[in-house]
């Protein structure tokens, strides 16, 4: 497949770069420096954009199997944060002008608000108010895509703590909702492997079950 992913140059978008190029992709990768992609393969082009400009992604979408979003963007403590909802909209719109229709992208566990009761003490206690802000941000983002994107195939992946660590051959568990419980309700782990989380969204790629749903995901121990 011929794939545009935004936020390359960041941990996890180097892993799903990486593992898109090894699964014999070819591999457009849409940066704000190109300097900071150090990766060459004769199948990854790397070129610059403007992720808050439709116009600036439409012309590097266009001829594009599926768009795939590893963007991060920092948590402000006494303020909100628009990023996530502002490059989607581009995102989006973009895709609208080049016709794409296809997008995988990613959030986190704990979106929603009360959704972390389930978690840790240290999760739910001192992690989640800090980066509520994030969180709040990629709420909304999934918000917008639910109510007002049904016309393009989209995905959402929410992992839980991201280790900057390779892709296992662990099973991936999954589950519709703001976090994957064990059998008791509480959240089964804390953490996923960065490759992991890149691992998976290649595979949403061509599962069809998983169009317009927002998943979940973590590994089994």
Sequence with gaps: ???????????????????????????TALVRNVSKITIQHENLKVVESNIFSSNSLSEHFKGQDAIMSCLGFPYKTFSSISGYTDSMAAIVTA????????????????????????????????LIPLIRSVLNNMYEMEQYLEKDCSDINWTVVRPPGLQNN?????????????FVPDDKGNAVTNTVARGDVARFMLSVLNDAQWTRK????????
Excluded at 7 to 12: R, V
Excluded at 214 to 221: G, L, N
């Design 95 to 126: 895709m609208r002008q080049s016709g794409v229709n296809k997008m995988v992208t990613m959030t986190s566990w704990y979106t929603g608000p009360g959704s972390g009761q389930n978690a840790s003490f240290f999760v739910r206690n001192l």
């Design 214 to 221: 927002i998943i979940a995901m973590c590994c089994k121990d």
């Design 1 to 27: 497949m011929k794939l545009a992913i935004l936020g390359a140059t960041g941990q996890t978008g180097l892993f799903l770069v990486n593992q898109a190029l090894q699964q014999g992709h070819e591999v």
């Design 166 to 178: 390779p892709a296992t051959e662990k099973e991936i568990l999954i589950h519709e909702g703001f």
